[in-house]
């Protein structure tokens, strides 16, 4: 699928997966311990954030939230009003450089072809400050599939394995990789990853 299409697969389950994701479990709690690190009142990133319920209304006020779909971010309007909202492709960020203190992109990028995964790594470090922040899902296999059926629509999918996303984290300038697992929205095992951005 290309981005347009992407785009529209969105619009189309938006919201059903709001209706069916659980806006609570420990992947929530994660983004208590990434505001501990950072400096008081943040500005964050909250990159794939849909309807808003799952991240971006566990961020600080006025945090940015960016999507894809403009039927999810419609709908996070109405969840945090208080945000402020960005469509967008993840590997074309239309935001400054080092603009935030950190980045939540919580079951996101895996929606993005797995040849473009190094561009949105380059965004993500392009936009944070020195040794801001990253908070993101972090697929455990390699996979290029499109679902169907998937929450009544179809869904593009796409990693290139828990191994290679780490390297490609590392080569466009993150250290201090850490994982975690937590539950994801839909009740599964999901692994998660902190990276710092390198000082420059």
């Not at 420990?26 to 505001?35: C, G, H, M, P, R």
């Not at 799952?54 to 945090?80: F, M, Y």
């Not at 828990?162 to 999901?190: H, I, N, V, Y």
Request: hydrophobic share 40%; proline share 6%.
């Amino acid at each position: 699928m290309d981005r347009n299409e992407i785009r529209q697969a969105w619009d189309d389950v938006s919201e059903t997966y709001a209706q069916r994701r659980d806006p609570d479990g420990s992947d929530a709690t994660l983004i208590d311990e990434l505001l501990e690190a950072l400096p008081a009142d943040p500005d964050v990133l909250d990159v794939g954030c849909g309807d808003g319920a799952r991240t971006l209304v566990n961020l600080p006020p006025e945090s940015v939230g960016l999507d894809i779909s403009r039927r999810g971010l419609e709908l996070a309007a109405d969840t945090v009003p208080e945000s402020r909202l960005v469509q967008a492709d993840l590997a074309e960020l239309p935001l400054s450089a080092d603009r935030f203190s950190a980045i939540t992109a919580y079951h996101a990028v895996f929606h993005v072809p797995r040849r473009r995964h190094p561009a949105v790594y380059e965004e993500f470090a392009r936009v944070l400050r020195s040794d801001g922040w990253l908070l993101m899902t972090l697929p455990g296999g390699r996979f290029e599939t499109v679902r169907r059926g998937w929450m009544g629509g179809r869904m593009f999918f796409s990693a290139p394995g828990r191994s290679r996303t780490l390297t490609q984290l590392r080569e466009a300038g993150f250290t201090d990789l850490q994982t975690k697992t937590a539950t994801d929205p839909l009740g599964s095992q999901t692994e998660f990853v902190f990276a710092r951005r390198r000082n420059q």
